[in-house]
């Protein structure tokens, strides 16, 4: 890569994005819900600021989700079907390996998943669920950040 003297912003070197893992909650409330407390989050993904770390069984459990009578009431609303959220999904996810269990024990086991990739991979970890919220301050031990909104995203970006 050549410097620029000239351009001195097409010298820095873009800093590699945080992982984040995201609840179904949280999944729901960008893709479909539209929640405005999800903007910042949207955007972050599209500007590559942060990389949203997923597993095949965190992304067969929005399939599922996709399927219960009031997602599928919101989803008429909006004139979107399971196939079009899926796609939109794979397409700013990156799915990974299941990682392996960690020390951490959830007290909700379907929500396991989520601690323990958020723990392999030191990742903020963006939740609405009760039993991962009370979990945050043992999480920082292991260098994972657990938030139920993007405050702390829009923080870290500019830190």
């Given at each position: 890569m050549c410097s620029d003297p000239t351009?001195?912003?097409?010298?820095?070197?873009?800093?590699?994005?945080?992982?984040l893992?995201?609840?179904?909650?949280?999944?729901?409330d960008l893709l479909l819900f539209n929640d405005?407390?999800?903007?910042?989050?949207?955007l972050m993904?599209?500007?590559?600021?942060?990389?949203?770390?997923?597993?095949?069984?965190?992304?067969?459990?929005?399939?599922?989700?996709?399927a219960y009578p009031l997602i599928l009431k919101q989803m008429a609303r909006q004139q979107l079907s399971?196939?079009?959220?899926?796609?939109?999904?794979?397409?700013?996810?990156r799915i990974v390996d299941v990682a392996p269990t960690s020390r951490l024990r959830c007290g909700?086991?379907?929500?396991?998943?989520?601690?323990?990739?958020?723990?392999?991979h030191k990742?903020?970890?963006m939740s609405k669920d009760r039993a991962v919220l009370r979990m945050a301050r043992r999480l920082q031990v292991f260098?994972?950040?657990?938030?139920?909104?993007?405050?702390?995203l829009l923080a870290a970006a500019h830190a």
């Open positions: 351009f001195p912003q097409a010298n820095k070197v873009r800093p590699a994005p945080r992982p893992v995201l609840d179904t909650n949280i999944v729901l405005p407390g999800a903007q910042p989050l949207r993904l599209a500007a590559r600021q942060i990389e949203w770390l997923t597993t095949p069984a965190m992304r067969d459990e929005f399939e599922r989700v996709l399971a196939v079009q959220l899926l796609l939109e999904f794979d397409a700013q996810a909700d086991p379907d929500d396991q998943k989520f601690i323990d990739l958020a723990v392999a990742a903020h970890l260098d994972v950040r657990a938030q139920d909104g993007c405050q702390f």
